[in-house]
């Protein structure tokens, strides 16, 4: 089983300042990794595959790197409806599926 | 529009048993494959279970394996997972959400999931 272990487990930002999330995975798992955000009652939200690509609708504020076992997932410019729980997951090696325990990004 | 939405939920005691349902929609559902991921209460993201388009294919997670029964009606455009032996540590809001799929011919397996369902809450208590 891929143990995924993303860090911080909060992370403290100004709007309008930039956020960098880390994710690594236990071996590597090229590039087949996604990253979701959460918001307080709702259901994850897919924001990148690939470890760089954007989904639909997701603005380009929200950039993805990485590869291996090393991934980041960057905000350029937070908005105020950025301020949720990020999730990493990888779909290589399954199953299981495997999430990052997540990060919760918060407002400074 | 693309929506999955799960239905079933609520309140059971410790042993007991519960049919968790998700209806597709706007989509190809009998081509997709298929999961249910659970997240206890300030908790993260589980997965739990996974059925492939024809329903031939089905894995679980060890701490659900032969309590949890996970199968789809590709007629209905519904996915189904029947919880048996049921836990306090089952309790949790319970996800479908799509994966992979097959188009003429070709299958792609290594996909995220997506879309998710708005979820439904299992309670395990007595």
């Known amino acids: 089983e891929i143990v995924m272990t993303q860090s911080p487990a909060t992370l403290s930002v100004s709007p309008g300042e930039r956020a960098t999330l880390s994710c690594r995975a236990s071996q590597s798992v090229s590039s087949n990794l996604a990253w979701y955000q959460q918001k307080p009652g709702q259901a994850p939200r897919l924001l990148i595959y690939g470890a760089s690509t954007r989904a639909t609708g997701i603005p380009a504020r929200f950039s993805g790197s990485g590869s291996g076992t090393e991934f980041t997932l960057t905000i350029s410019s937070l908005q105020s409806e950025d301020f949720a729980v990020y999730y990493c997951?990888?779909?290589?090696?399954?199953?299981?599926?495997?999430f990052g325990q997540g990060t919760k990004l918060e407002i400074k | 529009e693309v929506q999955l939405v799960e239905s079933g939920g609520g309140l059971v005691q410790p042993g007991g048993s519960l049919r968790l349902s998700c209806a597709a929609s706007?989509?190809?559902?009998?081509?997709?494959?298929m999961n249910w991921v659970r997240q206890a209460p300030g908790k993260g993201l589980e997965w739990v279970s996974y059925i492939s388009s024809s329903g031939s294919t089905i894995y679980y997670a060890d701490s659900v394996k032969g309590r949890f029964t996970i199968s789809r009606d590709n007629a209905k455009n519904s996915l189904y997972l029947q919880m048996n032996s049921l836990r306090a540590e089952d309790t949790a809001v319970y996800y479908c959400?799509?994966?992979?799929?097959?188009?003429?011919?070709?299958?792609?397996?290594?996909?995220?999931?997506?879309?998710w369902g708005q979820g439904t809450l299992v309670t395990v208590s007595s």
């Open positions: 959400a799509r994966g992979g799929y097959c188009s003429g011919g070709s299958c792609h397996y290594l996909t995220p999931f997506d879309p």
């Open positions: 706007g989509f190809n559902f009998r081509s997709y494959e």
């Open positions: 997951q990888q779909y290589i090696n399954w199953p299981p599926y495997t």
